[in-house]
DNA sequence: TACCAGGAGAAAA
DNA sequence: TTTTCTCATGGT
Protein backbone atom coordinates (compact mmCIF):
# COMPACT_ATOMS: atom_id res chain seq x y z
CA UNK A 1 0.00 0.00 0.00
CA UNK A 2 1.23 3.07 -0.86
CA UNK A 3 1.95 6.56 1.66
CA UNK A 4 -0.76 7.98 -0.42
CA UNK A 5 -3.68 5.50 -0.14
CA UNK A 6 -2.22 5.10 3.61
CA UNK A 7 -3.18 8.60 4.23
CA UNK A 8 -6.08 8.59 1.80
CA UNK A 9 -7.56 5.92 4.50
CA UNK A 10 -6.61 7.69 7.51
CA UNK A 11 -8.18 11.06 6.57
CA UNK A 12 -11.67 8.50 5.70
CA UNK A 13 -11.54 7.00 8.74
CA UNK A 14 -11.14 11.03 10.76
CA UNK A 15 -14.14 12.08 8.70
CA UNK A 16 -16.44 9.21 9.40
CA UNK A 17 -15.39 9.22 13.34
CA UNK A 18 -16.15 13.06 12.92
CA UNK A 19 -19.16 12.52 11.53
CA UNK A 20 -20.40 9.85 14.44
CA UNK A 21 -19.23 12.25 17.10
CA UNK A 22 -20.94 15.12 15.66
CA UNK A 23 -24.36 13.23 15.70
CA UNK A 24 -23.29 12.25 18.94
CA UNK A 25 -23.03 16.38 19.67
CA UNK A 26 -26.38 17.09 18.36
CA UNK A 27 -28.52 14.65 19.48
CA UNK A 28 -27.01 12.71 22.05
CA UNK A 29 -27.84 9.50 24.09
CA UNK A 30 -30.34 7.48 22.12
CA UNK A 31 -30.76 4.85 25.27
CA UNK A 32 -30.70 1.69 22.81
CA UNK A 33 -32.42 -1.25 22.77
CA UNK A 34 -35.83 -0.45 23.72
CA UNK A 35 -36.47 -3.69 25.27
CA UNK A 36 -36.87 -5.61 28.72
CA UNK A 37 -34.68 -8.32 28.25
CA UNK A 38 -32.10 -9.76 26.16
CA UNK A 39 -34.60 -12.30 24.51
CA UNK A 40 -36.80 -9.38 23.85
CA UNK A 41 -33.79 -7.57 21.92
CA UNK A 42 -33.68 -10.86 19.98
CA UNK A 43 -37.19 -11.12 19.21
CA UNK A 44 -37.27 -7.02 18.36
CA UNK A 45 -34.16 -7.81 15.90
CA UNK A 46 -36.37 -10.44 13.43
CA UNK A 47 -39.31 -8.90 14.22
CA UNK A 48 -38.01 -5.43 12.52
CA UNK A 49 -36.85 -6.79 9.61
CA UNK A 50 -38.02 -4.30 7.00
CA UNK A 51 -40.62 -3.24 9.47
CA UNK A 52 -41.58 0.04 11.29
CA UNK A 53 -40.90 -0.08 15.11
CA UNK A 54 -44.19 1.09 15.91
CA UNK A 55 -45.61 -2.29 14.59
CA UNK A 56 -42.82 -3.82 16.09
CA UNK A 57 -43.60 -3.01 19.39
CA UNK A 58 -47.64 -4.36 18.56
CA UNK A 59 -46.62 -7.18 18.49
CA UNK A 60 -44.46 -8.03 21.55
CA UNK A 61 -47.79 -6.25 23.24
CA UNK A 62 -49.33 -9.47 21.94
CA UNK A 63 -46.60 -11.59 22.88
CA UNK A 64 -46.54 -10.15 26.70
CA UNK A 65 -50.24 -9.72 26.67
CA UNK A 66 -50.14 -13.95 26.02
CA UNK A 67 -47.75 -14.62 27.95
CA UNK A 68 -46.05 -16.30 25.10
CA UNK A 69 -42.92 -14.57 25.09
CA UNK A 70 -40.39 -16.15 26.39
CA UNK A 71 -38.46 -18.84 24.06
CA UNK A 72 -40.24 -22.13 25.49
CA UNK A 73 -43.71 -20.67 25.42
CA UNK A 74 -42.95 -19.18 22.05
CA UNK A 75 -41.38 -23.32 21.13
CA UNK A 76 -44.90 -24.58 22.73
CA UNK A 77 -47.33 -22.58 20.56
CA UNK A 78 -48.75 -23.92 17.43
CA UNK A 79 -46.90 -21.88 14.36
CA UNK A 80 -50.74 -20.60 13.28
CA UNK A 81 -51.14 -19.12 16.76
CA UNK A 82 -48.06 -17.68 17.25
CA UNK A 83 -48.28 -15.96 13.42
CA UNK A 84 -51.34 -14.38 14.78
CA UNK A 85 -50.01 -12.33 17.61
CA UNK A 86 -47.23 -11.11 15.81
CA UNK A 87 -49.33 -10.40 12.53
CA UNK A 88 -49.40 -5.94 13.36
CA UNK A 89 -45.24 -6.31 12.39
CA UNK A 90 -45.75 -7.96 8.88
CA UNK A 91 -44.64 -10.84 7.05
CA UNK A 92 -46.41 -12.98 10.04
CA UNK A 93 -45.92 -16.63 8.34
CA UNK A 94 -42.54 -15.58 7.88
CA UNK A 95 -41.39 -14.18 10.90
CA UNK A 96 -43.41 -16.93 13.23
CA UNK A 97 -40.97 -19.25 11.32
CA UNK A 98 -37.41 -17.10 12.24
CA UNK A 99 -38.66 -16.66 15.50
CA UNK A 100 -38.95 -20.11 16.12
CA UNK A 101 -35.08 -20.85 15.03
CA UNK A 102 -34.01 -18.25 16.84
CA UNK A 103 -36.11 -19.21 19.97
CA UNK A 104 -34.37 -22.78 19.71
CA UNK A 105 -31.30 -21.45 18.88
CA UNK A 106 -31.66 -19.53 22.46
CA UNK A 107 -32.85 -22.86 24.69
CA UNK A 108 -30.17 -24.61 23.12
CA UNK A 109 -27.46 -22.33 24.22
CA UNK A 110 -28.91 -21.44 27.43
CA UNK A 111 -29.59 -25.17 28.56
CA UNK A 112 -25.51 -24.83 27.93
CA UNK A 113 -25.18 -21.90 29.27
CA UNK A 114 -24.23 -18.75 27.09
CA UNK A 115 -20.39 -19.35 27.02
CA UNK A 116 -19.59 -15.01 26.89
CA UNK A 117 -16.30 -15.55 26.75
CA UNK A 118 -16.65 -17.41 22.90
CA UNK A 119 -15.12 -15.25 20.43
CA UNK A 120 -17.34 -12.66 18.16
CA UNK A 121 -16.30 -14.03 15.24
CA UNK A 122 -17.72 -18.06 16.07
CA UNK A 123 -20.82 -16.33 17.90
CA UNK A 124 -21.40 -14.17 14.71
CA UNK A 125 -21.27 -17.46 12.49
CA UNK A 126 -23.24 -19.67 14.46
CA UNK A 127 -25.86 -17.13 14.72
CA UNK A 128 -25.91 -16.84 11.06
CA UNK A 129 -26.74 -20.33 10.25
CA UNK A 130 -30.05 -19.61 12.07
CA UNK A 131 -32.57 -19.63 9.27
CA UNK A 132 -33.86 -16.25 9.07
CA UNK A 133 -31.01 -14.16 11.04
CA UNK A 134 -28.91 -12.25 8.31
CA UNK A 135 -25.91 -10.05 9.31
CA UNK A 136 -27.87 -7.22 10.49
CA UNK A 137 -30.13 -9.01 12.55
CA UNK A 138 -27.03 -11.28 13.95
CA UNK A 139 -25.23 -7.72 14.75
CA UNK A 140 -28.48 -5.93 16.44
CA UNK A 141 -28.41 -9.34 19.16
CA UNK A 142 -24.62 -9.63 19.15
CA UNK A 143 -24.75 -5.53 20.43
CA UNK A 144 -27.56 -5.15 21.95
CA UNK A 145 -28.23 -8.46 23.46
CA UNK A 146 -25.17 -9.90 24.06
CA UNK A 147 -23.30 -6.35 24.69
CA UNK A 148 -20.65 -7.52 22.43
CA UNK A 149 -18.41 -4.81 19.98
CA UNK A 150 -19.95 -5.20 16.55
CA UNK A 151 -20.78 -2.26 14.36
CA UNK A 152 -24.86 -2.84 12.98
CA UNK A 153 -24.92 -1.80 9.37
CA UNK A 154 -29.05 -1.07 8.29
CA UNK A 155 -30.94 -0.16 4.75
CA UNK A 156 -30.29 4.07 7.19
CA UNK A 157 -26.99 3.45 7.57
CA UNK A 158 -25.66 3.14 3.73
CA UNK A 159 -28.17 5.94 2.57
CA UNK A 160 -26.88 8.43 5.29
CA UNK A 161 -23.58 7.69 5.11
CA UNK A 162 -23.64 7.29 1.47
CA UNK A 163 -25.31 11.10 1.33
CA UNK A 164 -22.34 12.12 3.00
CA UNK A 165 -19.81 10.60 0.74
CA UNK A 166 -18.41 8.44 3.45
CA UNK A 167 -19.01 4.79 1.72
CA UNK A 168 -20.10 4.10 -1.92
CA UNK A 169 -23.98 3.76 -2.28
CA UNK A 170 -22.92 -0.11 -3.68
CA UNK A 171 -21.08 -0.96 -0.80
CA UNK A 172 -22.06 -4.31 0.67
CA UNK A 173 -22.66 -4.75 4.31
CA UNK A 174 -19.43 -6.55 5.01
CA UNK A 175 -17.72 -3.51 3.90
CA UNK A 176 -19.06 -1.08 5.32
CA UNK A 177 -19.27 -2.64 8.39
CA UNK A 178 -15.47 -3.35 8.32
CA UNK A 179 -15.09 0.65 6.96
CA UNK A 180 -17.12 1.73 10.18
CA UNK A 181 -14.95 -0.75 12.51
CA UNK A 182 -11.80 0.49 11.16
CA UNK A 183 -12.53 4.23 11.92
CA UNK A 184 -13.90 3.44 15.44
CA UNK A 185 -12.55 1.76 18.42
CA UNK A 186 -14.34 -1.84 19.26
CA UNK A 187 -16.91 0.10 22.03
CA UNK A 188 -19.90 -1.49 22.76
CA UNK A 189 -21.01 1.91 24.24
CA UNK A 190 -20.34 4.07 21.49
CA UNK A 191 -21.43 1.29 18.29
CA UNK A 192 -24.91 1.18 20.36
CA UNK A 193 -24.97 5.14 20.16
CA UNK A 194 -23.81 5.08 16.82
CA UNK A 195 -26.51 2.77 15.09
CA UNK A 196 -29.08 4.73 17.18
CA UNK A 197 -27.82 7.41 16.13
CA UNK A 198 -27.95 6.67 12.65
CA UNK A 199 -31.68 5.92 12.95
CA UNK A 200 -32.86 9.02 14.24
CA UNK A 201 -31.36 10.92 11.68
CA UNK A 202 -32.43 8.86 9.03
CA UNK A 203 -36.14 8.85 9.78
CA UNK A 204 -35.61 12.80 10.96
CA UNK A 205 -33.85 13.73 7.05
CA UNK A 206 -32.66 10.85 5.15
CA UNK A 207 -35.99 9.19 3.72
CA UNK A 208 -35.42 7.77 0.03
CA UNK A 209 -37.52 10.44 -1.29
CA UNK A 210 -37.88 13.35 -0.97
CA UNK A 211 -33.72 13.07 -0.43
CA UNK A 212 -32.73 14.97 2.81
CA UNK A 213 -35.14 16.81 3.57
CA UNK A 214 -33.97 19.65 5.77
CA UNK A 215 -30.49 17.95 6.55
CA UNK A 216 -28.62 19.64 9.45
CA UNK A 217 -25.51 17.68 8.15
CA UNK A 218 -24.69 19.53 5.30
CA UNK A 219 -21.34 20.19 6.34
CA UNK A 220 -20.07 16.96 6.56
CA UNK A 221 -20.58 16.81 2.49
CA UNK A 222 -17.17 18.69 2.41
CA UNK A 223 -15.43 15.34 3.54
CA UNK A 224 -16.37 14.00 0.62
CA UNK A 225 -13.86 11.18 -0.11
CA UNK A 226 -13.97 9.37 -3.66
C1' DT B 1 -53.21 6.32 -3.93
C1' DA B 2 -48.51 5.38 -3.34
C1' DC B 3 -44.74 5.17 -0.52
C1' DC B 4 -42.16 3.71 3.40
C1' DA B 5 -40.50 0.97 7.39
C1' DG B 6 -34.29 -0.57 12.27
C1' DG B 7 -34.21 -7.70 6.00
C1' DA B 8 -33.60 -12.42 4.57
C1' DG B 9 -33.79 -16.21 1.55
C1' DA B 10 -35.09 -18.33 -2.72
C1' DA B 11 -35.30 -18.05 -7.57
C1' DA B 12 -33.90 -16.23 -11.83
C1' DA B 13 -30.66 -14.18 -14.89
C1' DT C 1 -22.00 -14.16 -9.04
C1' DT C 2 -25.42 -10.56 -9.14
C1' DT C 3 -30.13 -9.14 -9.56
C1' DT C 4 -34.96 -9.79 -8.82
C1' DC C 5 -38.84 -11.55 -6.43
C1' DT C 6 -41.58 -12.69 -2.29
C1' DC C 7 -43.15 -11.94 2.16
C1' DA C 8 -47.55 -8.05 4.62
C1' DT C 9 -49.16 -4.80 8.22
C1' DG C 10 -49.98 -0.03 9.48
C1' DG C 11 -48.92 4.97 9.32
C1' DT C 12 -48.37 9.13 6.46
Known amino acids: MTTTALRHE ?4 A ?45 ITNLKRADVLPPDRIL ?11 RPSGYFNLKASRL ?11 ERGFDVSEPLAALRRDLL ?5 GEETADSILLYAFGRPTFVVDAY ?23 CEAALPPET ?11 RVGKLHCSPT ?15 VS
Do not use: M
Request: charged fraction near 20%; aromatic fraction near 10%; glycine fraction near 6%.
Open 10 to 13: SDHD
Open 15 to 59: ALHRFFRDLQERYGPQHWWPADSPWEVAVGAVLTQNTNWGNVEKA
Open 76 to 86: DLPIDALAAHI
Open 100 to 110: RNVAAWWQANA
Open 129 to 133: HVKGV
Open 157 to 179: TRRVLSRHGLVAATATYGEIKAL
Open 189 to 199: GSYNEYHALIV
Open 210 to 224: PRCANCPLAWHLSDV
